[in-house]
């Protein structure tokens, strides 16, 4: 019998970090968690899972590490493992030491451009990446395929988990197009003047799928679309002209591939990201049992619409960034964050959210050295406080405000 996998899981008190160690736990003999980090805020979830797991390290980036280790040691003493005592990481480095230790899988669970660091720690310790943090591949881009070896990323968004499923299907010449499929969120059918009018909690009311409100939001925009086709153009090495969105209102067919005899290949399954998750972890052995399965005995209609572009211009414009590279995604991921984040908390409509990020990625434009052909994390991050800078004078806000939820 082979021995467990080691796993260290990044956000692990997030949506896609709660379901992994749901799969972990169904499968004791498969895999073992032996670190985990989180942002801090629910820090007693947070010392709940370390002591059920009994991991090795505990990384939290915001906090004192007294209070976390006093918050473990409560937990560890009412379930009867009072000497349980794991090595405790605090402060902005801590995710990226735990996703350089060595793990056999790094899970990056985290939201946004700051799993950037952690992602490269995982590649460079030469541990397989299980990537649900999207935003560090987009905004790294050559530098994370650079420092990546084949096979060494395995994707864990859904969409993403699916076409490389279907890969399996055929070889990388007899791709013709890769399909993604979008739910359409919330407001699908709505025309522009309607949605000016969108509330943060309708934006949040996902029909289909249960996420974070930066992921759920992103959604309803359709900027997740919009950096799922760059994630597939990076991972798959496929043109963007190659690379179509569809609306799929009842979330089952994950993506698609269609090869050059004209054959489509679809991933299904219900709107679980159970089976992506497992699949990262397992790669390429799947779990048994990691998901529900579609229930072909019940009738049931699957619908595809074409992307309404003009309500919802946001696949357009991450087309045109993730053509253009360099800093470009970056620019564009950061400004949505702080657009996200004012939106969320009332201070901008729902339309400013793409509008805005449209403004700055223009601006970038125009300055200089904006098409640096060689990038390193520091060039990115200064692209992204730029955007950041940018999204606050045009939104009205002071350049110190930190919105980024």
Known sequence: ???????????????????????????????????????????????RQAVALGVRSVAVATGQREVVTAAIHQVAQEMGLGGFAPEILVGPQA?????????????????????????????????TLALANKESLIVGGSLVKAAASPGQIVPVD?????????????????????????????FRGWSRAALETVTPQQALAHPTWAMGPVV??????????????????????????????????QSYVHSMVEFIDGSTLAQVGPPSMLIPIALGMSWPDRVPDA??????????????????QDAFPAVALARAVGAAGSCFPAVFNAANEECVAAFLSRRIQFTQIVDTVARVVDEWSNEPGNETSALDVDTV???????????????GLAESETLVL
């Open 381 to 395: 991050l200064s692209a992204e406080s730029w955007a950041r800078i940018r999204a606050h004078k045009h939104l």
């Open 216 to 249: 759920t939001t992103n959604s309803a925009t359709l900027v997740n679309k919009g950096l799922e086709v760059i994630e597939a153009h990076l991972l798959f090495d496929i043109p963007f002209e190659r690379i179509e969105v569809v609306v799929h209102p």
């Open 1 to 47: 019998m082979t021995s467990p996998r080691s796993i260290a899981i990044l956000g692990s008190t997030g949506s896609i970090g709660t379901q992994a160690i749901e799969v972990v736990s169904a499968n004791p003999g498969r895999f073992q968690v032996i670190a985990i980090s989180a942002g801090g805020a629910n820090l007693d979830m947070l010392a």
């Open 95 to 127: 995710s990226t030491d735990i996703a350089g230790s060595g793990a056999d899988v790094v899970l990056n669970g985290i939201t946004g451009s700051i799993g950037l660091r952690p992602t490269l720690a995982a590649l460079r310790a030469g541990s």
């Open 158 to 186: 859904s969409e993403h988990s699916a076409i490389a499923q279907c890969l399996r299907g055929g070889s990388g010449d007899e791709v013709r197009k890769l399909v993604i499929t979008a739910s359409g969120g919330p």
């Open 291 to 308: 998901g529900p399965p579609v229930d072909w005995t019940k009738a049931a209609t699957w619908e595809f619409f074409p992307l309404e």
